[in-house]
């Protein structure tokens, strides 16, 4: 396995690396990574993981700061699945270059997070972009926890790139709960009152599978979760998987949440 630090061991590293896999990730690496990781190892002759908290895509500064970073334990992870390249680089090596067309969302497209996180897909994209143009990866690997990350990155990078993204399924705990690193920073209270919101989303979608009015009944429910559990929602919305509209049956589409635990956002899809 090597460690790349820089552009130059990059390209020195990558320069006849055939058939690569390669999975985007900002540290804290948990099962939902290591899921990805297996499936490039598995699909691909060569595998790199790259480990950037990107800066451009926080839109709250004390956010950025509190991203938990443990490079050491991650690299420990890396090192056992036998991953080829890990890509550390530094916030001067990926934005060494102004960007000469500013990225800029459709005005449909400013909707759940990208209406609440100023700037923060913009930050996704622009930062994909640049990774996928040092990489050049055959695919990209990438989970449906982050569901709007994953269909902008999609929408960007298909008129952009060839690399293929592979969409893989969230992975959860024995709780429902999607696994992500900000669950770290959770104390067992508020990860036991998220994976409790999130049982009761799944339970709520069963028993309203023939409901033709879910969006006003989630309205409702956002503030009797709100109430019960003492949590600011963000957004609670059914919209259809494929073109994010707002949607009044659940056949394509999933629930949407934002909610904050402890000044902690937490974000699921189900």
């Known amino acids: 396995m090597k460690i790349l630090l820089n552009n130059n061991d990059l390209n020195e590293a990558l320069y006849k690396a055939s058939n690569l896999g390669f999975v985007p990730t900002m540290g804290g690496l948990h099962k939902g990574h290591i899921s990805l990781i297996k499936r490039s190892l598995k699909e691909c002759k060569k595998t ?21 970073r443990n490079n050491k ?14 890509y550390l680089p530094t916030v001067n ?14 005005k449909k497209d400013r909707i759940l997070c990208a209406k609440h996180r100023k700037g923060h897909f913009e930050g996704v994209i622009d930062v994909m972009d640049r990774l996928t143009k040092l990489i050049r990866p055959k695919k990209i690997f990438m989970g449906e926890k982050d569901f709007q990350q994953l269909y902008l990155v999609k929408k960007f990078l298909k008129k ?7 969409v ?8 429902k709960l999607a696994l992500s690193s900000r669950n770290f920073l959770l104390n067992k209270t508020n990860l036991l ?9 799944i339970q709520f979608k069963k028993k309203n599978n023939q409901n033709n009015n879910i969006n006003h009944i989630l309205t409702l429910k956002k503030k009797e979760l709100s109430k019960f559990y003492n949590v600011k929602i963000e957004y609670l919305e059914l919209r259809n998987m494929n073109s994010f ?6 056949q394509n589409s999933k629930i949407f949440i934002a909610f904050y635990l402890n000044r902690i956002r937490l974000i699921d899809n189900i």
Not at 73 to 86: A, E, G, P, T, Y
Not at 94 to 104: A, E, F, P, S, V
Not at 168 to 175: S, Y
């Open 73 to 86: 334990k991650d690299i420990s992870i890396l090192k056992r699945l036998n991953v080829d390249f890990i």
């Open 48 to 68: 790199i993981v790259s480990i950037f908290v990107n800066p451009t895509q926080f839109n709250d500064k004390n956010d950025y700061k509190r991203y938990p």
């Open 245 to 250: 509209k707002l949607s009044n049956k659940f």
């Open 160 to 166: 952009k790139h060839l690399s293929k993204i592979i």
């Open 168 to 175: 893989c399924k969230t992975i959860r705990d024995k709780n």
């Open 193 to 201: 009152k998220a994976s409790r919101i999130i049982e009761e989303l």
């Open 93 to 106: 090596e990926i934005y060494l270059h102004k960007r000469i067309t500013k990225i800029k969302l459709n």
